[in-house]
T-cell receptor, first 115, second 112 residues
């Protein structure tokens, strides 16, 4: 069973702090990784993608990937109350059939940013 | 730019009724997907279409059928609805396997 694991939280951080969200995955062959943000009652929204080991920065968001440790993380700097949402980690995994890839999602970490 | 459009947004069915959830994307994406999201279970893949003309089962296909009508449209059918199919259903698409998904706004389905 190919799995993607996240701490369900809730993770509470004060406004202005750094929020750190973590994700581990089981398939060593995975090559692409994504972070989604989902507000309550809304659909998931893609916020970061990462394909190579190391860090990728986009505004207040930094994604980190370590393929040897099968670990991907998302850092949110200067956290704002509007960042309060559930964050989903997604890993691109080969499913069945040649060339068939789908995203397998973790169950999400609920983040609360306290004013 | 509409992206991925799902209809309807809300639906209540009686046990045994049938219905079709519609999904259309205007981004010329090759691959389309249907997921369901349940509390504590996360997003689970029901069916997918890697390209026009192909469909395959995902993790939880029982009780569902799909049709990839053309490159834009991918529908999900419940032939005989059961209370266990009460869920939020999301359609998604992407250009190819190297990209993340774009999701539709979802259909909240209740089966009583």
């Amino acid at each position: 069973q190919k799995e993607v694991e996240q701490n369900s939280g809730p993770l509470s951080v004060p406004e202005g702090a750094i929020a750190s969200l973590n994700c581990t995955y089981s398939d060593r062959g995975s090559q692409s990784f994504f972070w989604y943000r989902q507000y309550s009652g809304k659909s998931p929204e893609l916020i970061m993608s990462i394909y190579s080991n190391g860090d990728k920065e986009d505004g207040r968001f930094t994604a980190q990937l370590n393929k040897a440790s099968q670990y991907v993380s998302l850092l949110i700097r200067d956290s704002q109350p509007s960042d309060s949402a559930t964050y989903l980690c997604a890993v691109n995994l080969a499913y069945s059939g040649a060339g068939s890839y789908q995203l397998t999602f973790g169950k999400g970490t609920k983040l609360s940013v306290i004013p | 730019n509409a992206g991925v459009t799902q209809t309807p947004k809300f639906q209540v069915l009686k046990t045994g009724q049938s219905m079709t959830l519609q999904c259309a994307q205007d981004m010329n994406h090759n691959s389309m997907y249907w997921y369901r999201q349940d509390p504590g279970m996360g997003l689970r893949l029901i069916y997918y279409s890697a390209s026009e003309g192909t469909t395959d089962k995902g993790e939880v296909p029982n009780g569902y059928n799909v049709s990839r009508l053309n490159k834009r449209e991918f529908s999900l059918r419940l032939e005989s609805a059961a209370p266990s199919q009460t869920s939020v259903y999301f359609c998604a698409s992407r250009p190819d396997r190297n990209y993340g998904y774009t999701f539709g706004s979802g259909t909240r389905l209740t089966v009583v």
